[in-house]
T-cell receptor, first 114, second 111 residues
Framework: DAEITQSPRHKITETGRQVTLACHQT?????MFWYRQDLGHGLRLIHY???????NKGEVSDGYSVSRSNTEDLPLTLESAASSQTSVYFC?????????????FGPGTRLTVL | RKEVEQDPGPFNVPEGATVAFNCTYS??????FFWYRQDCRKEPKLLMS???SGNEDGRFTAQLNRASQYISLLIRDSKLSDSATYLC????????????FGAGTRLFVKA
């Protein structure tokens, strides 16, 4: 069955370290998204991509970067982790016209920055 | 004012009750609307899309009121398994892409 996976599921790191969170989908969806979810906030969009070599900044992109070298993967990199980036990170994908359709989410990565 | 607002709840209801959630959005150009369900520490999952004419899926009914800029979700005959957080999602296509998630409404259904 097609799916979307994230790894690692849990990560503890230290302030200042570079961290990369993986996202892999097998639906062949063009659109992929990274969100973070914190108490008191809804899901907030970090970066998104409409296709290979396409990346765009979302609402809370500072301190994060992404690259899209193939359809299946959109890794999220924290260049220099900060305690404010402790959060749960969800990757999602969708088909259709540039994000108009429903999104399918991965299981999430719980990141703690000490 | 937030672009998408939901009553955070929690809503505590007995099994079999009918419960309704509302969600308001600020951008009149918003084009597509969804309700997602999120269980504790899990990923959000699509519950249903919301169509202008209203739509029903079993015990769940979603409605859209464009004039007043809100969407609603009605759950009839609540089950214990309906306990979750319900997220309102609004897509807006003015200029660039924009999907906004509400912060969610928590529902507890009790025996």
């Amino acid at each position: 069955d097609a799916e979307i996976t994230q790894s690692p599921r849990h990560k503890i790191t230290e302030t200042g370290r570079q961290v990369t969170l993986a996202c892999h989908q097998t639906w062949n969806h063009n659109n992929m998204f990274w969100y973070r979810q914190d108490l008191g906030h809804g899901l907030r969009l970090i970066h998104y991509s409409y296709g290979v070599q396409d990346t765009n900044k979302g609402e809370v992109s500072d301190g994060y970067s992404v690259s899209r070298s193939n359809t299946e993967d959109l890794p999220l990199t924290l260049e220099s982790a900060a305690s404010s980036q402790t959060s749960v990170y969800f990757c999602a994908s969708s088909d259709g016209d540039r994000g108009a359709d429903e999104q399918f989410f991965g299981p999430g990565t719980r990141l703690t920055v000490l | 004012r937030k672009e998408v607002e939901q009553d955070p709840g929690p809503f505590n209801v007995p099994e079999g009750a009918t419960v309704a959630f509302n969600c308001t959005y600020s951008n009149s150009a918003s084009q597509s609307f969804f309700w997602y369900r999120q269980d504790c520490r899990k990923e959000p999952k699509l519950l249903m899309s919301v169509y202008s004419s209203g739509n029903e899926d079993g015990r769940f009914t979603a409605q859209l009121n464009r004039a007043s800029q809100y969407i609603s979700l009605l759950i009839r005959d609540s089950k214990l398994s309906d306990s979750a957080t319900y997220l309102c999602v609004v897509n807006t296509r003015t200029g660039g892409f924009k999907t906004i998630f509400g912060a969610g409404t928590r529902l507890f259904v009790k025996a």
